[in-house]
Each structure stands twice: as C-alpha cells, then as structure tokens.
C-alpha cells in the first residue's frame, strides 16, 4: 500500500539525516519507556522528513472538508468579544501549502496549531502520530483568592496529587535532585520573566484553543477538577499538561509558602508516552502514524452489519463534544478532596449527585453527556428520586470541565427539569448545503438510506412543528442563503433535532421550582455542555455561575456551543455510503492515522435566531474566585455556591 512505501522511505530519509545506522535512531533511543525527556521525544518525533505527497494529501482532506463547516464565514470577522478568532481559514490552507517545512512534525504542528487557534474545539485536526506525549509539569498552577487578593499560586496539593502520576515519574525527579514538594502552594510573581497573568493570556492565545471565549480558555490554563471517564480527577492544566513535548522546562519567579523572600526556580518538563508501542522509527510509523482500517470511512451499504464505530439499530446517535487529550492519562482527585457526603442514588457513571449537609440541597455533578446513553437518564432519574424522597428543595448543577456529549442527553435534562409540558427543549439547527451534501441528501434519498446509517438521512430530524421528516424530503431544495461577513453561503432548511421518545420519561411537571435549580463551572462547558446551559439561561432564567477565571475581566458561562460534530471518519462514511466517493469535490482517503472533525450544524439562539448561540455573547451572571477551600474540593465548592445562589 502506498502508506507502507512512505513509511519506509520517511524511516530512511529519518536514518540519514541522523547518521544512518540504528544506533543513532532517536526513536530506539526511547522506546518502552513510559516517560522522557521532553527533548528526546521530539528527536523521535522530528526524526520523519518533510513528504510532500502526505501534505498534499492531508491538505486536500482539510480543505474539502471545511466545505461542510457551518461556522467558517464567521472567521473573517469574529463578532465581539470573540475578536481573536478572525482569520481567513482558504488563505491559512494556502500559507501552510506554501511554506516549507524541515520534518513532517513541523508540517503536522503547523497545521494542527491553525485549526486549534480557531479556537473551536469540535474543528481540529488531530494527528495520531505526534499527539503521542503528554508534556507534565511537577508543579501545575491554579488561581485563588488570598485576603481579598486574587492570584497565581502552585497548586497547594502537590503532595498528594503529583504520586498519583506514578513512581516513574517521581523517580525521575528525586534523580535530579528536584524538589517539587517544597513548591506546593508557592505565590507566583512571574512566569518566564512575565506577569503570571500575562503568560497565562499567552497560553490561552496559543496552546488552549477550544473555546471561542479568551476568559474560558484562561481558566483552561490552571488545574481543576473533572470526572474523567466516571471517576474524580484533577486536571493538570494547559500550561503543566502541554499537548507536545517541545518546552524542556519552565521558569517561575515565586515566594514559597511560609517565606518571603522571592527566588527563581527553572522546573523541568517529563513527557509521558501515550501511544502505541515501538521499538525504532519504522515501528513508530507504522504503529501510530500510518493509516490504518480505523482511519478512513467506509461504505456501509457494502458491508454485512452496521456501522463498526456504532452498531446501533436505531438512529445514530449525534454527538456534540470536545476532545482534550489529557484525558489520555488523567489523574485521580487526590482523595483528601474528595465528597464527604454521601452518593445519592445514580452515581456509578458519568453523573456524581450528592445531599449536602444542609440538607436542602441536592447536587448533580454532571461531568459528561458521554458515556452510557442508557445509564444517564436512568441516572437522573435515580438522584432526582433520591433528592425528592430526602426533602431536597434545592438543586445545584456542577458542570465543571463538561466537554459535551450527546445531543439527545442534553436536551433530556432539560427535559427532565422542565417537565415534558414545558415542550421542545432543543434548537433550531441548520447544515450547510454545500455542492457535496446536497449530493449527498439527494442520493441518501434516492438508495433508501435512513437514520440507523446515515446522519444526512431525513428520518433523523424533525420540521419546526415536531413532525419527523419522511425520508422522501429534501432538506435542501430549496436551501437557505445566508449573509456573513460579506459571503453569501447556503445552509439547509431548519430542523428540529429527534429525541423522543428517551428510554426514561421525564416528567409532566419540573421536579423542582425552576426558580430553586442553579448551575456552576468553570466556564469550560462545551459543546452539548454548552446547549444545556444556554437552554436553561435563556429559556428558564436559571443562575449561572462561574469560578475563576483572570480577575476583573469578563468570561462567558459556556465554551464552544456547536449542535453536532462529525469526525473524519463519520463524514468520509457519509461520502462513500452515498456513493461519491469519485466525486470530484470528495476529499481522498488519508494516507496518515488522525481525525480532522468539524462542527457540521449550527444551533441557533432562542434571544435571535439569526445568530448561533455559539456566537452569542452571554457573559456569568455570577462571578467568584477559587480560594484555598474551593479550587480542588467540589463539596466545598458547592456548599459555598448554594449559600449564595439559593436563598
């Protein structure tokens, strides 16, 4: 296959540039070990020349299929306060097809640095071959309030969190000689000779991406707890968990605890492998760069089964989420933060709800819409049960470092809230009607194809009035011009996502007054996160609030609100099962493992349907600091915000 020629010919361009025997491969060098220096692992990583046949091919994916991005005219203006998202994404294809570039690292790092710089995290691309290390720092930072002051500090919990990496990588440092303990909870003057703050808009500007908003990107640079997968974590932070090994350390002008006089101290980086195994470049290539049966679509109208990445025989099932890669290898909460009071019903999966020693206040800690589709509502329903048979009058959502999930559950909580009496609790969504996905929809029509196999099938989406749509309608004839910025563009007929019916039934009624149901993060609320919280904004007035952040400036109370994302993989089986494969506005197979997803729908606001809520501008209501008490302890967290959002 041609990946394998490339494969051999990129190994040996690697050994000559290196001195050809295999002695000097730096991918030999580090093989089997679990973690090394930042350094050598870029030695590995730009150990593969520039192969002009693989940029071609990868920019030709990249630009075909922005023709299905709903949000790229928005690009050549940002609406306020998003300004520092503008770009011409046709003009940056032709800047990186035009540039030259040493290694392939080089080519993969510049075009995965101008997707993320979007600032979309549904809209990246994502290579498998160098988002092989996770770059950590023994001393992450978090931001808090201190006698009335808010400020950069090491993260108090060294001590407990930093073992739970592993003795790999404490070894590491007790062989140096680097005493991380010593920093924990250490005031931060500056960070590489500038203000803390400073380096942490740096960070956000260039490393974060993900949320449109700068205020959320910040928050994104400091530690904070999560649940990863269904289990307690603490995040590292963008700054102390870089995506790429290519800082070997980092330095701080700090005052230790219980000191006070400065001093400057350089704390060196460890990258921590997460890919597949090798044991030189030419098994580095194949086992994590090379195109494999995982990477490209196929056909599935010439397949036995289903979809092998869905399997369901029911309609597919949208999904509206951000990818952060340091869930690859997270962390546990370190246990002294974890919640004293006891799990109420339903807390085995991504959903943590809890009856806080008051007594009148029940908290769901929502943590995903990921996960088991089936055990979420069922899971709701379960903490909802538990609160109401408890007395419970109050109820506070966490939804912390939520990246989203799918569509369908976010709109069940809000249904579940709200009581099915309350009516549709989704947007109005529109795709973009390109040359390509009104071939698609025609041929999707034509061959029969419907929701179990086919996102693109009418019968997955309903008419303004709830109706499903017979797979017979074409949703875009007519299609609709948009106006922005000056293009003209052409989007789909508008539709209403289909839910219903759910494997649980909400309620007719709210289970609680509205008025008594709160919602807090840290703003990293993405995606089907982000639809949640703006439905209940704006359709229920719920109190929204925020913790953290860069004090004394503005910060959303969502991240990056898409309706539905499409991975690679999903729109090229959309392509080829619709039989168009050879059309000439078709993206080719990638020659090279990764995803380049793209948010594929628009959700539209309830305050201006003329606008995705995504671009809406909704600043926290509420505003707090973290404080020594709050930054990695939820319970604590929540006992403070419900003294202060519930009367």
Not at 62 to 67: A, L, W
Request: charged share 15%; glycine share 6%; aromatic share 12%.
């Amino acid at each position: 296959m041609l990946w394998t020629t490339l494969a051999t010919a990129l190994v040996g361009l690697a050994a000559v540039a290196h001195g050809g025997p295999a002695a000097s491969d730096p991918c030999a060098k580090i093989a089997g070990q679990a973690f090394v220096v930042p350094s050598d692992a870029l030695a590995c990583l730009k150990s593969f020349a520039f192969n002009e046949t693989l940029r071609q091919n990868l920019l030709t994916v990249i630009s075909r299929v922005f023709d299905f991005y709903t949000f790229e005219d928005y690009y050549l203006n940002s609406p306020p306060p998003f300004q520092e998202s503008t770009t011409n994404i046709r003009a940056d294809i032709t800047r990186i097809n035009s540039t030259n570039y040493a290694t392939d690292y080089d080519f993969n790092r510049a075009v995965y640095d101008f997707t993320n710089q979007l600032n979309d995290g549904h809209t990246r691309w994502l290579t498998d071959c160098y988002s092989t290390f996770e770059n950590l720092l023994p001393t992450p930072i978090v931001d808090i309030e201190q006698n009335g002051v808010w400020g950069v500090f090491i993260a108090p919990d060294l001590a407990d969190l930093i073992p739970l990496v592993g003795t790999q990588y404490t070894d590491y440092y007790q062989s140096i000689g680097f005493n991380w303990e010593r920093l924990a909870g250490a005031q931060v003057l500056q960070i590489e000779g500038q203000d803390p703050y400073a380096y942490v808009d740096y960070i956000a500007d260039t490393v974060s991406g993900n949320y449109l908003d700068h205020g959320v990107r910040v928050n994104s640079v400091f530690s904070s707890y999560r649940i990863s997968d269904t289990s307690f974590s603490q995040r590292f932070g963008d700054l102390a968990g870089a995506s790429f090994p290519d800082q070997n350390s980092i330095t701080f002008t700090l005052i230790p605890a219980n000191s006070t006089a400065p001093e400057t101290v350089t704390v060196p980086f460890l990258a921590n492998f997460a890919g597949n195994n090798f044991t030189d470049s030419a098994s580095y290539w194949a086992n994590n760069c090379a195109a494999n049966n995982e990477t490209n679509g196929i056909d599935q109208l010439s397949t036995s089964s289903l979809s092998k990445r869905d399997g369901r025989t029911t309609r597919r099932l949208a999904r509206a989420v951000i990818v952060d890669k340091s869930h690859t290898n997270a962390v546990g909460l370190p246990s002294p933060f974890y919640p004293t009071a006891p799990p109420a019903n339903g807390s085995t999966g991504v959903i943590k709800s809890f009856i806080l020693p008051d007594n009148k206040t029940g908290v769901m800690f929502v943590g995903s819409f990921e996960g088991d589709y089936v055990q979420f509502q069922t899971d709701t329903q379960a903490a909802i049960g538990s609160f109401q048979r408890a007395g419970v009058s109050h109820l506070l959502i966490d939804l912390t470092n939520n990246g989203g999930g799918y569509v369908c559950l976010g709109e069940f909580l809000i249904s579940y809230l709200s009581g099915t009496n309350f009516g549709y609790t989704g947007f109005q969504s529109t795709s973009r009607a390109n040359a390509l996905a009104v071939k698609i929809v025609q041929n999707v029509i034509e061959k029969g194809i419907t929701s179990n196999i086919s996102y693109y099938a009418p019968d997955n989406w309903a008419f303004l009035n709830d109706t499903e749509m017979p797979n017979t309608y074409d949703y875009n004839d007519p299609s609709v011009p948009l106006f922005i910025n000056g293009q003209t563009d052409a989007s789909s007929q508008r539709f209403h996502d289909l839910c219903t019916p759910y494997d649980v039934t909400p309620p007719a009624s709210p289970p609680f007054d509205l008025k008594n149901v709160a919602i807090v993060s840290n703003g990293d609320c993405a995606s089907t996160c982000s639809m949640f919280s703006t439905g209940m904004y704006e359709r229920h007035g719920t109190k929204i609030a925020v913790f953290g952040g860069k004090p004394g400036e503005t910060m959303e109370y969502k991240g990056m609100a898409g309706n539905q994302v499409l991975e690679w993989y999903d729109i090229d089986t959309e392509i080829k099962t619709a039989g168009l494969k050879d059309d000439p506005l078709a993206p080719p197979d990638l020659l090279v493992s990764g995803d380049f997803r793209h948010n594929w729908r628009t959700a539209w606001s309830y305050f201006d349907e003329s606008r995705p809520i995504a671009y809406v501008s909704e600043p926290a209501p509420y505003r707090y600091p973290y404080t020594k008490d709050t930054y990695m302890s939820p319970q604590n967290l929540w006992t403070f915000a419900a003294t202060q959002l519930f009367d």
